[in-house]
């Protein structure tokens, strides 16, 4: 994949700066409200499925799908800023990115665009998630390995520490 950013209208609250990992998201009749709109908490879902996807596909280890005995990845803080609301039959992409990388944890960033089947992409929210090594065995926070830190600075192209 190659670094870049989907094309928008200028928006000054926008995340500067370009992506290198994309997912895409059709939205679902079922993702939406009353008032016909995406919810707010399907936003995090969309978010969630990019990270997910983000650590598999440059660390090369999948989430593990249970915690018995095993090290994987919670997620500890999400914030969002949403910019404009989503409707059924649109499309999402989330382009992502790590920003920062500690003992035991990461900051990636989040831009969500939306747009209908050829058309004109917008900025719909941003996000941050900080997301934690951890050890179910121990029940604590796990450090980091030298190789998964490694996998994510070459992804990215630069330091994060």
């Known amino acids: 994949m190659t670094r870049g950013r989907i094309e ?14 994309r997912v895409d998201v059709d939205v679902r009749f079922a993702d939406t ?3 016909g709109h995406v919810n707010n908490a399907v936003y995090l879902t969309y978010c969630e499925m990019a990270r997910i996807r983000y650590w598999s596909d440059v660390t090369g280890e999948p989430v593990a799908a249970g915690h018995e005995g095993a090290e994987s990845l919670i997620l500890a803080e999400a914030r969002i800023t949403y910019r404009a609301p989503v409707f059924h039959t649109e499309t999402v992409t989330v382009e992502t990115r790590a920003t920062h990388i500690g003992r035991s944890s990461f900051i990636l960033e989040h831009r969500l665009t939306a747009c209908t089947p050829g058309g004109s992409p917008r900025l719909v929210a941003t996000s941050e998630s900080v997301m934690v090594r951890y050890d179910y065995r121990t029940d604590r926070p ?12 070459t992804f990215e192209g630069r330091s994060l520490r």
Do not use: K
């Open 8 to 21: 928008t209208p200028v928006d000054p609250r926008d995340l500067p700066g370009d992506f290198g990992h």
């Open 33 to 35: 409200d009353a008032m």
């Open 142 to 153: 796990a450090p980091l390995s030298d190789a998964f830190i490694a996998a994510i600075e």
